[in-house]
């Protein structure tokens, strides 16, 4: 069997068990399976494919009819341009979650010369994709990544190794801003916000393979950001920046919850690529 036929046989299976694009599917398993890149796969098609590569190959195809996500199957995922290692211990990182890391960049940007060291907390790091993005692209920034799983942390420690950005990033277990301690000028939080009602109905892949404690969050799925921002009154410096991901339809609620906290505050919702309301902004006065 040629890697091509292989390639066919693969996407066809994925195809008649619903996975979406079943094409690209197969060809990111086969590369991971061979250890090639796009490039080099497609001038090796017409190869025979050797019968241990083939038998790795139809095992990692079968995971994938199993619903379980391809970034856990491969190992890793690209986030913000950047490659991370994946595992069941976190969230897999989602495109979404972009805005954050740009709003963020674009914010302390925006301050020119005003901040040399950016004191900054990602609230539920889970596998460390905004605390190393920002770390990687702003080399003044000291981060606190803190989450209530060790394996989370774990899996952030090793991204930020990956990464070199280590020294900059100290991982804290501790739920939300509890157990920290002064003033930060940026907060960042992509924390669970997913009622209760609509986990129960998401898709498989998601429901039975990544951590319920990252994605499920109470009745309404604001309870945590809710409380995140009762606590930050104590921890925004002025002239600072809290951002918040947020599920499209809780953008309101959270404006008014932020207001309740920040009467003073510059409050607004950014909306993602598809238009919805994704990311609550708060930017304190300055003394
Ligand atoms: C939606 S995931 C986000 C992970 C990562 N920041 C990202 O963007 O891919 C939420 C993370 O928040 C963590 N978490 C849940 N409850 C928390 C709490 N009370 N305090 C801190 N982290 C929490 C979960 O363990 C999970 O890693």
Redesign the pocket.
């Known amino acids: 069997m040629t890697l091509a036929e292989a390639l066919h046989e693969a996407a066809t299976r994925l195809l008649k068990a619903g996975i979406d694009d079943p094409r690209l599917e197969a060809e990111v398993l086969l590369r991971h399976a061979l250890g090639v890149d796009r490039e080099e796969l497609f001038a090796r098609l017409q190869e025979p494919l050797a019968l241990e590569l083939q038998a790795l190959y139809e095992a990692l195809v079968d995971r994938r009819l199993e619903h379980e996500p391809t970034a856990y199957i491969i190992g890793h995922k690209e986030f913000f341009g950047l490659d991370f290692a994946c595992s069941p211990a ?2 897999i ?2 495109p979404e ?1 972009e805005l954050l890391v740009e709003t963020a960049i674009e914010w302390v940007r925006g301050r020119g010369s005003r901040v040399k060291d950016l004191r900054a907390v ?6 460390g ?2 605390a190393v993005s920002l770390a990687t692209h702003l080399p003044q920034a000291r981060v606190i990544a ?4 060790d394996k ?1 942390l774990a899996l952030g420690r090793r991204n930020a190794l990956a990464h070199c950005v280590a020294s900059q990033i100290e991982f804290v277990r501790g ?2 801003l509890e157990h920290l301690s002064g003033r930060f000028d940026l907060i960042a939080a ?3 916000y997913i009622p209760s009602q609509t986990y129960n109905s998401l898709p498989p892949g998601i429901r039975e393979h990544e ?1 319920e ?3 499920r969050a109470g009745r309404r799925g604001t309870a ?1 950001i809710e409380a995140m921002l009762a606590q930050a009154v104590d921890h925004l410096a002025p002239g600072g920046v809290l951002l918040a991901e947020h599920a499209w339809n809780q953008g309101r609620r959270l404006r008014e919850a932020a207001t309740g906290h920040f009467p003073t505050a510059d409050i607004e919702t950014r909306r993602d690529l598809a238009g919805l309301e994704r990311l609550l902004v708060v930017r304190t006065a300055r003394d």
Not at 146 to 149: N, R
């Open positions: 976190a969230l990182p989602r979650t990602d609230v539920g790091s889970g596998s994709v905004i803190t989450d209530i799983s989370a739920s939300l992509n924390l669970p951590p404690a990252a994605l945590l």
